[in-house]
């Protein structure tokens, strides 16, 4: 599974930026699908996720100002980023995982786009 981000640029604190990632396989073959950031020096942390029964999962930090969302027509994963802060200042990372082997062993195979910068000037 191939996972292109794009979306990502330069804005000022309050604004707004959407991120999309496309996937190679249906997104809706994949067992979930999300975001994660890493500032540097600092780990790569969840943003938002959602699971292919459409769940959604997002870091405290960010309810409330992202969204996360799948276009079915365009086989992407969105994740719409209003209020903007600084902090919010990383490289966004889509990552998609699904389950393969048999049913007895069923594993996780995870999946990363190559990332996309996000700046936040104050």
């Known amino acids: 599974v191939q996972l292109v981000e794009s979306g990502g640029g330069l804005v000022q604190a309050g604004g707004s930026l959407r991120l999309s990632c496309a996937s190679s396989k249906s997104i809706f073959r994949l067992n979930s699908m999300g975001w994660y950031r890493q500032a540097p020096g600092r780990p790569r942390e969840l943003v938002a996720r959602v699971t292919n029964r459409g769940l959604t999962d997002y870091a405290d930090s960010v309810k409330g100002r992202f969204t996360i969302s799948r276009d079915v027509a365009k086989n992407t994963l969105d994740l719409q980023m209003n209020s903007l802060k600084p902090e919010d200042t990383a490289a966004y990372y889509c990552?998609?995982?699904?389950?393969?082997?048999?049913?007895?062993?069923?594993?996780?195979?995870?999946?990363w786009g190559q990332g996309t910068q996000v700046t936040v000037s104050s």
């Open positions: 990552h998609a995982n699904e389950e393969i082997g048999p049913v007895e062993r069923v594993e996780l195979k995870d999946y």
